[in-house]
């Protein structure tokens, strides 16, 4: 009898202990998934948020929808907003490497009509009071700068087309860079080198070409991993470095 009275507080004493911890198990399971829900509710409320109260996204958004009337929208890489101006940078689909393209008048032209339509595209009150519009190529060189509706850099036309040599290496000898000297022009440079180079840095501050400057590097013949840069500034050569050539 002591036994079987055993066996039941037994048995009682077990099923109490099982509820107790189903119990608390349930409790956890449903206190994490509200504290999963929570956060999840947090993280996409603070997403929307700061995509509300993001004044230049709204901008953004206006000035692509604008550029889409002619350029596909996968072309148009970067819209960035500085104090005074609107930065615009579309990717063509050709090479600085190559020659001038058949229609490059034409796509000039566009460039130039779209850029002065930019500041229209912009709500009244915008801040930035100038746009530039950048072509540029696969490698990131830079084909064609319009600046307010006026060309201040071409590579295939105007004072900055650049005849390529067919007989010179596109590659940069040590006595190729000697014979670079301040104050010769895009054009003179490319004739001693023999190619176009890559753009790696430019800058426009806004106050005209004479200050426009855009830096160039060159892979070159030497030891392993040589190369070349030239600085322009207003179309002339003022600075230049190199390591390794021979």
């Not at 206190?31 to 996409?44: C, F, L, P, T, V």
């Not at 509300?52 to 819209?79: C, G, H, M, Q």
């Not at 900055?160 to 590659?171: G, K, L, M, Q, Y």
Request: proline share 3%.
């Amino acid at each position: 009898m002591k036994m079987e009275r055993f066996l039941v507080c037994a048995v009682a004493s077990l099923s109490i202990a099982c509820l107790l911890v189903s119990c608390r198990n349930g409790n956890n399971e449903q206190s994490s998934a509200s504290g999963a829900r929570s956060i999840d509710g947090a993280n996409k409320s603070l997403t929307s948020s700061s995509e509300e109260n993001d004044p230049d996204k709204a901008l953004k958004d206006n000035i692509r929808a604008f550029l889409t009337e002619s350029y596909p929208a996968d072309s148009i890489k970067s819209v960035s907003l500085a104090p005074t101006h609107i930065d615009v940078k579309i990717l063509t689909d050709f090479s600085a490497n190559d020659r001038q393209p058949s229609d490059w008048d034409n796509i000039v032209q566009t460039a130039k009509s779209m850029n002065l339509g930019i500041l229209s595209a912009c709500p009244e009150g915008t801040e930035q009071t100038s746009a530039i519009m950048y072509l540029i190529d696969a490698d990131n060189n830079n084909l064609l700068t319009v600046k307010d509706g006026e060309v201040s850099y071409s590579t295939f036309s105007g004072a900055n087309s650049v005849d390529v040599p067919t007989d010179n290496p596109n590659t940069i000898t040590m006595d190729e860079f000697n014979a670079i000297k301040t104050g010769m022009t895009y054009q003179e440079v490319f004739d001693i080198v023999g190619g176009r180079g890559e753009t790696i840095s430019e800058s426009d501050i806004g106050l005209g070409d004479e200050y426009y400057t855009v830096m160039y590097e060159w892979q070159g013949e030497g030891i392993p991993g040589a190369n070349a840069n030239v600085m322009f500034q207003g179309g002339k050569v003022v600075n230049k470095a190199q390591f390794g050539l021979e």
